[in-house]
Protein backbone atom coordinates (compact mmCIF):
# COMPACT_ATOMS: atom_id res chain seq x y z
CA UNK A 1 0.00 0.00 0.00
CA UNK A 2 3.02 2.80 0.93
CA UNK A 3 4.60 1.61 -2.56
CA UNK A 4 1.17 2.39 -4.39
CA UNK A 5 0.98 5.76 -2.47
CA UNK A 6 4.18 6.88 -3.14
CA UNK A 7 4.07 6.16 -6.52
CA UNK A 8 0.46 7.28 -7.64
CA UNK A 9 0.04 10.79 -9.86
CA UNK A 10 -2.22 11.91 -11.44
CA UNK A 11 -2.36 11.76 -15.48
CA UNK A 12 -2.91 14.64 -17.81
CA UNK A 13 -4.52 12.91 -20.92
CA UNK A 14 -6.90 9.65 -19.88
CA UNK A 15 -8.08 7.20 -23.10
CA UNK A 16 -11.34 6.26 -23.05
CA UNK A 17 -11.17 2.85 -21.80
CA UNK A 18 -12.98 2.08 -18.78
CA UNK A 19 -12.98 -0.46 -15.47
CA UNK A 20 -15.95 -3.11 -16.24
CA UNK A 21 -18.42 -2.48 -14.12
CA UNK A 22 -17.48 -5.61 -11.99
CA UNK A 23 -13.91 -3.90 -11.22
CA UNK A 24 -15.60 -0.52 -10.74
CA UNK A 25 -18.05 -1.74 -8.05
CA UNK A 26 -15.00 -3.56 -6.20
CA UNK A 27 -12.97 -0.73 -5.88
CA UNK A 28 -15.32 1.19 -4.62
CA UNK A 29 -16.29 -1.15 -2.33
CA UNK A 30 -13.00 -1.45 -0.74
CA UNK A 31 -12.64 2.18 -0.43
CA UNK A 32 -16.15 2.57 1.68
CA UNK A 33 -14.39 -0.17 4.37
CA UNK A 34 -15.80 -2.34 6.52
CA UNK A 35 -19.17 -1.80 7.85
CA UNK A 36 -18.54 -1.46 11.87
CA UNK A 37 -22.08 0.35 12.27
CA UNK A 38 -25.32 1.30 11.23
CA UNK A 39 -24.20 4.94 9.84
CA UNK A 40 -23.81 5.20 6.30
CA UNK A 41 -20.98 6.64 4.44
CA UNK A 42 -20.79 10.32 4.50
CA UNK A 43 -20.33 10.27 0.65
CA UNK A 44 -21.56 8.27 -2.51
CA UNK A 45 -20.89 7.82 -5.80
CA UNK A 46 -22.87 8.64 -9.60
CA UNK A 47 -21.00 6.47 -12.62
CA UNK A 48 -21.70 8.50 -16.06
CA UNK A 49 -20.07 6.73 -19.13
CA UNK A 50 -19.01 8.09 -22.26
CA UNK A 51 -22.27 7.29 -23.56
CA UNK A 52 -23.99 9.50 -20.93
CA UNK A 53 -21.25 12.40 -21.49
CA UNK A 54 -23.25 14.40 -23.43
CA UNK A 55 -26.34 14.16 -20.73
CA UNK A 56 -23.98 15.46 -18.50
CA UNK A 57 -22.60 18.27 -20.59
CA UNK A 58 -26.32 19.57 -21.22
CA UNK A 59 -26.86 19.11 -17.46
CA UNK A 60 -23.49 21.32 -17.08
CA UNK A 61 -24.54 23.75 -19.34
CA UNK A 62 -28.39 24.64 -17.48
CA UNK A 63 -30.42 22.29 -20.35
CA UNK A 64 -32.68 19.72 -19.58
CA UNK A 65 -32.16 17.94 -22.73
CA UNK A 66 -29.42 17.55 -25.11
CA UNK A 67 -28.83 20.25 -27.94
CA UNK A 68 -29.65 18.66 -31.54
CA UNK A 69 -26.16 19.84 -33.19
CA UNK A 70 -26.36 18.25 -36.22
CA UNK A 71 -28.35 20.30 -38.37
CA UNK A 72 -28.43 24.36 -39.17
CA UNK A 73 -28.54 26.07 -35.66
CA UNK A 74 -31.16 29.29 -35.32
CA UNK A 75 -29.65 32.33 -34.30
CA UNK A 76 -29.87 32.54 -30.87
CA UNK A 77 -29.01 35.46 -28.16
CA UNK A 78 -28.53 35.64 -25.15
CA UNK A 79 -28.69 33.03 -22.26
CA UNK A 80 -29.53 30.74 -24.96
CA UNK A 81 -26.28 30.99 -27.10
CA UNK A 82 -24.54 31.08 -23.35
CA UNK A 83 -26.33 28.05 -22.79
CA UNK A 84 -24.90 26.26 -26.49
CA UNK A 85 -21.58 27.79 -25.60
CA UNK A 86 -21.49 26.02 -22.12
CA UNK A 87 -22.81 22.24 -23.48
CA UNK A 88 -19.65 22.49 -26.54
CA UNK A 89 -17.20 23.40 -23.25
CA UNK A 90 -18.88 20.74 -21.13
CA UNK A 91 -18.69 18.24 -23.72
CA UNK A 92 -15.31 17.84 -23.91
CA UNK A 93 -14.84 17.98 -20.20
CA UNK A 94 -17.67 15.23 -19.39
CA UNK A 95 -15.72 12.90 -22.45
CA UNK A 96 -12.89 13.01 -20.03
CA UNK A 97 -11.54 9.21 -20.02
CA UNK A 98 -13.63 6.29 -19.81
CA UNK A 99 -15.79 7.21 -16.97
CA UNK A 100 -16.81 10.13 -14.76
CA UNK A 101 -17.32 9.87 -10.48
CA UNK A 102 -19.10 12.55 -9.19
CA UNK A 103 -18.61 12.29 -5.77
CA UNK A 104 -21.51 13.06 -3.88
CA UNK A 105 -21.64 14.36 -0.19
CA UNK A 106 -23.87 13.37 2.37
CA UNK A 107 -24.86 15.38 5.04
CA UNK A 108 -27.08 13.55 7.95
CA UNK A 109 -28.62 16.43 10.00
CA UNK A 110 -29.04 13.98 12.81
CA UNK A 111 -25.38 13.17 13.46
CA UNK A 112 -23.71 14.67 16.40
CA UNK A 113 -20.75 15.48 13.77
CA UNK A 114 -20.72 19.09 12.49
CA UNK A 115 -21.53 19.23 8.84
CA UNK A 116 -18.29 20.80 8.12
CA UNK A 117 -16.41 17.85 9.54
CA UNK A 118 -18.60 15.43 7.53
CA UNK A 119 -17.64 16.90 4.31
CA UNK A 120 -14.31 17.06 5.25
CA UNK A 121 -14.73 13.29 5.72
CA UNK A 122 -16.23 12.86 2.22
CA UNK A 123 -13.30 15.16 0.59
CA UNK A 124 -11.17 12.79 1.93
CA UNK A 125 -12.47 9.77 -0.11
CA UNK A 126 -10.76 11.09 -2.92
CA UNK A 127 -7.16 10.58 -2.57
CA UNK A 128 -8.27 6.65 -1.46
CA UNK A 129 -9.95 6.45 -4.59
CA UNK A 130 -7.00 7.50 -6.45
CA UNK A 131 -4.93 5.39 -5.19
CA UNK A 132 -6.94 2.42 -5.33
CA UNK A 133 -7.71 3.01 -9.02
CA UNK A 134 -3.88 3.41 -9.20
CA UNK A 135 -3.48 0.05 -8.04
CA UNK A 136 -5.36 -1.76 -10.41
CA UNK A 137 -3.50 -0.15 -13.20
CA UNK A 138 -5.83 2.85 -14.15
CA UNK A 139 -5.14 6.56 -13.81
CA UNK A 140 -6.85 9.17 -12.62
CA UNK A 141 -8.14 13.35 -13.34
CA UNK A 142 -9.79 15.16 -10.58
CA UNK A 143 -12.06 18.27 -11.62
CA UNK A 144 -14.06 20.48 -10.02
CA UNK A 145 -16.58 22.44 -11.94
CA UNK A 146 -19.37 24.95 -11.02
CA UNK A 147 -22.92 24.54 -13.41
CA UNK A 148 -24.76 27.17 -15.21
CA UNK A 149 -27.56 25.70 -13.62
CA UNK A 150 -26.97 24.16 -9.90
CA UNK A 151 -31.04 23.30 -10.42
CA UNK A 152 -30.74 21.38 -13.47
CA UNK A 153 -27.52 19.20 -12.73
CA UNK A 154 -29.09 18.29 -8.54
CA UNK A 155 -32.34 17.07 -11.05
CA UNK A 156 -29.45 15.01 -13.25
CA UNK A 157 -27.85 13.29 -10.32
CA UNK A 158 -31.48 13.25 -8.22
CA UNK A 159 -29.61 14.78 -5.13
CA UNK A 160 -31.42 15.07 -2.18
CA UNK A 161 -31.77 18.61 -0.24
CA UNK A 162 -28.76 17.40 1.80
CA UNK A 163 -26.50 16.72 -0.59
CA UNK A 164 -23.84 18.33 -2.93
CA UNK A 165 -21.13 17.32 -5.27
CA UNK A 166 -17.51 17.80 -4.42
CA UNK A 167 -16.17 17.27 -7.60
CA UNK A 168 -15.63 14.83 -10.36
CA UNK A 169 -13.13 11.77 -10.60
CA UNK A 170 -12.45 10.79 -14.02
CA UNK A 171 -10.94 6.89 -14.67
CA UNK A 172 -9.18 5.61 -17.88
CA UNK A 173 -5.71 4.80 -18.51
CA UNK A 174 -3.12 7.10 -19.01
CA UNK A 175 -2.87 8.25 -22.51
CA UNK A 176 0.75 7.27 -23.97
CA UNK A 177 3.66 9.68 -23.40
CA UNK A 178 1.41 11.84 -20.87
CA UNK A 179 2.68 10.80 -17.91
CA UNK A 180 6.40 9.12 -17.33
CA UNK A 181 6.00 5.39 -17.67
CA UNK A 182 7.29 4.34 -14.53
CA UNK A 183 6.54 6.64 -11.48
CA UNK A 184 8.98 4.65 -9.99
CA UNK A 185 11.80 6.29 -11.46
CA UNK A 186 10.38 10.04 -10.12
CA UNK A 187 11.96 11.78 -7.65
CA UNK A 188 9.85 11.71 -4.18
CA UNK A 189 7.57 14.86 -3.30
CA UNK A 190 9.72 17.52 -1.23
CA UNK A 191 8.17 17.36 2.21
CA UNK A 192 8.85 19.42 5.78
CA UNK A 193 8.18 17.17 8.46
CA UNK A 194 8.89 19.10 11.72
CA UNK A 195 9.16 17.42 14.81
CA UNK A 196 8.41 18.97 18.53
Known amino acids: MLRVLAQRRPASVLTQEAPKRPELETVLRAVA???????????????????????????????????????????????????LAAYRGSLQWASTGGVGLAIIFRFNPESETPKKVQRFDAYSIRGLLEAAFYAQGWATIWSRRSPSDDQVLREFYRLSDNEEILGWLFVGRPAHNSVPDRAINLPPQDLEITYI
Open 33 to 83: GARFDESLPSWRVAVTNRQAASDLAAAMAGLTSVPNMDGPIPRLKGKKIRR
